[in-house]
């Protein structure tokens, strides 16, 4: 049988497999309420699998012709940086929190097992598929279990410009082992009293000491309010 030609069943049955491989990926980010769901990673999926019989099977009439060479990988390979423009849509970024990169990544690997499944590759498409459900379901309980208890906090303090107050709060955080990753301040003086907003980004070693440490610091002389938000 020639290479550049499929059979119908054959061709419905990998348009079939893409569907239930990428409804499978998408299940998981659906049941877990993300930006892309069910519905969207099986669109792609489809659409990587067609796209990849398209570039295999589609041009077969001119594949006997003299000055013309067949190459199945080049409509293939335009459909990665097409996802990249997709997966960015669900990346989103509040303050110093970053989320949806992993169901960027859960797009980008759904549109490569669509490829595998389209030209022919099933043992790597149920191979990638097993192993990023497995990533996204049981490496999820782990990471949870293991590393969630160190979160990372935004800490806003709005204080008057008094000499040492800086020193207070680190004193505070160092005293329950908070580190800081980054510190902004800034000062301003168009209100009638002057005052300094410093924002931290702090990483707590437990969950449950952030609300106890933003009461001691409110404590601190000076300090007039204070924000806690996660990320």
Not at 18 to 39: C, D, K, Q, S, Y
Request: net charge neutral; hydrophobic share 50%; with cysteine.
């Amino acid at each position: 049988m020639s290479p550049w030609v499929i059979e119908p069943v054959d061709l419905a049955v990998r348009l079939l497999l893409a569907l239930l491989l990428g409804g499978l990926v998408g299940f998981e980010r659906e049941h877990t309420n993300r930006p892309a769901g069910f519905r969207t990673h099986i669109l792609v999926c489809l659409g990587s699998c067609l796209l990849m019989l398209i570039s295999i099977y589609a041009f077969a009439d001119f594949a006997g012709e003299t000055n013309v060479r067949l190459d199945p990988s080049r409509l293939a390979a335009q459909v990665i940086p097409g996802i990249g423009f997709l997966g960015a849509g669900t990346i989103m970024r509040n303050g110093f929190s970053v989320t949806g990169l992993t169901t960027a990544a859960s797009l980008w690997i759904v549109s490569a097992i669509g490829l595998a499944v389209g030209s022919g590759f099933y043992l790597g498409a149920f191979t990638a598929t097993a192993m990023s459900l497995l990533s996204l379901w049981v490496f999820n309980k782990i990471e949870k279990k293991y590393f969630s208890d160190k979160r990372i906090y935004t800490l806003k303090i709005m204080t008057e410009p008094k000499p040492g107050t800086l020193g207070l709060i680190s004193a505070k955080l160092e005293e329950r082992g908070i580190s800081v990753r980054k510190m902004v301040m800034e000062e301003e003086s168009d209100r009638d009293v002057p005052y300094m907003e410093m924002t931290l980004l702090i990483k707590v070693p437990k969950s449950n000491m952030a609300a106890m440490v933003a009461e001691e610091i409110r404590s601190v002389a000076g300090v007039r309010s204070i924000t806690l938000e996660t990320g």
